[in-house]
């Protein structure tokens, strides 16, 4: 079989292959081996493929991505400590290091030959986080994860933050001049499009919690001027272990708007895609501009807008997740358990499907904080509860790997929790 690629992208890839070295985003982007002719489309198809594509790009060597990545990493806290020695004493800079709970799925919706997705360097191909999503997920923390401020709506909160530039009506109470600032337009059930003004519970979120609206629009900026904190992208340490899963959509045609209803006897269509495998260690490096124009005159300094900053962070990967699929346990992190005097246990024997009875499969723990305990099950999507698991007589912790009998519905056909076996 031939494939078109251009003459100088052919040589190049076919060379990297040949010495083991290879680019992921080339290679999961514009260069698929393994389509396959399809006379009932009279076009290119991938065919029952996809899953061994991906295995074949997760067991690739990388090793000029990960000499790249480190240098980029090194590069990210020079950058730092450079601007720390312009900061007076007060730190300016930071790099917190975090590590997957579970798989970080970035990117999976974009286009490209597979479906699906993953945000990769264009250059180098190694797997990040983008700045403007770091950024995303501090901000969206500074207002859902603050008992106070979660109580405006998303809008409202949005129109103040966008609109309301240290305005001194905000702290007079003076709701008319609020109303006309911060009323908004939304589709009724009718379509009608009608407005929405705040309430007066939400005014007095707001004029109670003024300061704190305002250091977040400190740090994050809005359309009309520039924040105080400037956010890099999230590097892993090393080129991470990928891991290949799979979503199991069972009304596709329903889905499609086909006037298909949803119903049992449809058959579900795997999925398989490509993820940043649990354990892998991210660095979040941001800084705090010494402009005392970017603090609007309330006196804050970089060191306090550091620490803020570094809150609201921290707890939105910690509580929020970033990536897609964070519903279903991706994109989750927490400090590596060695910064607990904590490490992770080890197996007493390697677990492979190799031992698996009719109806068992390979699970690792995710979450210990009550019972029924969650699991994660191989090659299923979802989080399950697990009866029969005693942690601390099994010598168990987070990331421990068991294998679990699985209970089926089979109405539903398919799993809907799980069993303790052995492991």
Same mark, same amino acid.
């Given at each position: 079989m031939s494939y078109l690629v251009?003459? =100088?992208? %052919?040589g190049i890839l076919e060379a990297n292959r040949a010495k083991g070295d290879r680019n992921l985003f080339l290679?999961? !982007?514009?260069?698929?081996? *393994? &389509?396959? &002719?399809?006379?009932s489309s009279n076009n290119y198809k991938l065919g029952n493929e996809k899953k061994n594509i991906l295995k074949k790009l997760s067991d690739g060597n990388y090793a000029t991505a990960n000499k790249t990545l480190e240098?980029?990493?090194?590069?990210?806290?020079?950058?730092?400590?450079?601007?720390?020695?312009?900061?007076?004493? =007060? *730190?300016?800079? %930071?790099?917190?290091?975090? *590590?997957?709970? &579970?798989?970080?799925?970035?990117g999976v919706g974009s286009s490209g030959p597979l479906e699906t997705?993953?945000?990769l360097h264009h250059l180098y191909g190694y797997p990040y986080i983008p700045a403007t999503s770091v950024k995303g997920i501090a901000r969206?923390?500074?207002?859902?994860?603050?008992?106070?401020? +979660?109580g405006l709506r998303l809008q409202i909160f949005n129109n103040y933050i966008e609109k309301l530039e240290t305005k001194e009506f905000v702290l007079k109470g003076e709701f008319e001049k609020l109303k006309q600032e911060l009323t908004y337009e939304e589709k009724n059930t009718d379509g009608e499009r009608v407005k929405k003004?705040?309430?007066? =519970? *939400?005014? %007095?979120?707001?004029?109670? !919690?003024f300061c704190k609206l305002e250091n977040i629009r400190c740090v994050f900026g809005s359309q009309s001027s520039v924040g105080a904190v400037t956010f890099f992208d999230g590097l892993p340490e090393t080129f991470p272990k990928l891991d290949v899963d799979v979503l199991s959509p069972h009304y596709g045609k329903y889905y499609m708007n086909d006037g298909t209803y949803p119903g049992d006897w449809m058959q579900p269509v795997p999925s398989f895609f490509l993820t940043v495998a649990p354990n892998t260690k991210f660095g979040f490096s941001f800084y705090?501009? +010494?402009?005392?124009?970017?603090?609007?005159?309330?006196?804050?300094?970089?060191?306090?807008?550091?620490?803020?900053? %570094?809150t609201w962070l921290v707890e939105g990967l910690k509580q929020l997740g970033i990536g897609g699929k964070t519903s279903s346990g991706y994109g989750y992190f927490e400090y590596p358990l060695e910064r607990e005097g904590l490490k992770p246990?080890?197996?007493s024997f390697e677990i492979t499907s190799k031992q698996l009875k009719k109806d068992e499969a390979i699970a690792e723990i995710i979450s210990l904080d009550k019972k029924p305990y969650k699991v994660k099950i191989e090659n299923i999507e979802g989080i399950f509860d697990c009866s029969g698991l005693n942690p601390s007589g099994l010598k168990l912790s987070i990331r421990s790997k068991i294998i679990v009998s699985l209970n089926y519905d089979n109405k539903l056909k398919k799993v809907i929790s799980c069993k303790y076996s052995r492991g």
């Open positions: 251009p003459v =100088d992208t %052919k290679e999961f !982007n514009k260069f698929i081996y *393994e &389509w396959q &002719w399809d006379d240098y980029q990493v090194k590069r990210n806290k020079t950058a730092i400590d450079e601007f720390k020695k312009y900061g007076n004493e =007060d *730190e300016v800079g %930071k790099v917190v290091n975090l *590590e997957t709970q &579970w798989r970080l799925a970035v997705g993953m945000t969206a923390a500074a207002y859902l994860l603050d008992e106070e401020l +979660c003004t705040p309430t007066e =519970d *939400e005014y %007095k979120i707001i004029r109670d !919690n705090a501009s +010494c402009n005392p124009k970017r603090y609007k005159g309330f006196g804050l300094l970089p060191k306090n807008v550091i620490e803020m900053t %570094k246990p080890k197996q």
